[in-house]
């Protein structure tokens, strides 16, 4: 993490609801408009709070960016999970052209140059920071890009991921639903990269903390993992 990487989170913007979708089971994928002075890095985040909306309980989330300026708009995602919070509640009722505010996009979880291999490990939610990153290396054939993605039922952005991956021969998604071939799949990769690769760890705090624990043993020095733990789940 450097200084540089929090320069975004003095960026305020207001965007309007696009579009909500119960994509699957409870998960949620929001479509904000993009204004045109809005920009941010693959892999940030933003701090979302709903204007004229009284919430019970803490008044802001934080949600990763999951597509690309080019893509022209502003995509989240989120998992309601029972109980909702009332903030959720309140973001998932709202209509098209209802006002979100958003503080940066700003973040750590990036990628670090152009030519490391990338071994993604990601759980549930944890994946919006991945598309963002994905979507931006999609068209470079210069290295190995690997996506884990492990989820109990169905993967988000799946068909996104299925799409890039017909494209370039260079990007390989994995989708696993059980932890046991999560961490075979990780290890096979730890073992081919070692560390020449860059490992983006992303989802539940619990799952990064132990994943990271298994990637050390497999001998990846800390300075090759990047974290974005979901603080909050
Ligand atoms: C860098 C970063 C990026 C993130 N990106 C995303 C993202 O892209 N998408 C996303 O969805 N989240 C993301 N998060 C997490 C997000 O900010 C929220 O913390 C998370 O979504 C949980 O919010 P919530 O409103 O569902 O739950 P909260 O109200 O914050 O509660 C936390 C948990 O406790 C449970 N809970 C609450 N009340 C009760 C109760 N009475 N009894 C039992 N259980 C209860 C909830 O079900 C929930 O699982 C990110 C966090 C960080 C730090």
Redesign the pocket.
């Known amino acids: 993490m450097k200084i540089s990487d929090f320069k975004g989170a003095f960026k305020k913007n207001t965007v309007t609801i696009e579009s909500i979708d119960n994509v699957f089971d409870d998960y949620y994928v929001i479509a904000l408009n993009k204004p045109d002075n809005m920009t941010w890095e693959a892999g940030e985040?933003g701090v979302f709070t709903l204007p004229g909306r009284k919430v019970k309980?803490?008044p802001f989330?934080?949600?990763?960016v999951?597509c690309i300026p080019e893509e022209g708009k502003v995509l989240?995602?989120?998992?309601?999970?029972?109980?909702?919070?009332d903030?959720?509640q309140k973001l998932l009722t709202m209509n098209k052209g209802d006002q979100v505010k958003v503080r940066g996009p700003f973040?750590w979880f990036k990628i670090q140059d152009t030519t490391s291999p990338v071994v993604m490990i990601v759980t549930g939610?944890g994946i919006?920071p991945s598309r963002a990153i994905i979507k931006s290396i999609e068209h470079e054939e210069t290295r190995p890009i690997h996506l884990v993605h492990s989820s109990p039922t169905e993967h988000l952005y799946k068909e996104t991921f299925e799409e890039i991956s017909r494209k370039n021969r260079d990007f390989h998604p994995v989708y696993t639903t059980s932890k046991e071939e999560t961490i075979e799949t990780y290890t096979a990769l730890a073992k081919v990269h070692g560390n020449d690769a860059y490992y983006f760890l992303s989802g539940k705090i619990k799952i990064i903390r132990a994943t990271k624990k298994e990637l050390k043993k497999l001998g990846i020095k800390g300075s090759r993992i990047i974290n974005?733990?979901?603080?909050?789940?």
């Open positions: 985040h309980g803490q989330r934080i949600f990763s999951s989240i995602a989120t998992h309601a999970n029972e109980p909702i919070s903030f959720k973040g939610i919006t974005d733990p979901y603080i909050g789940y």
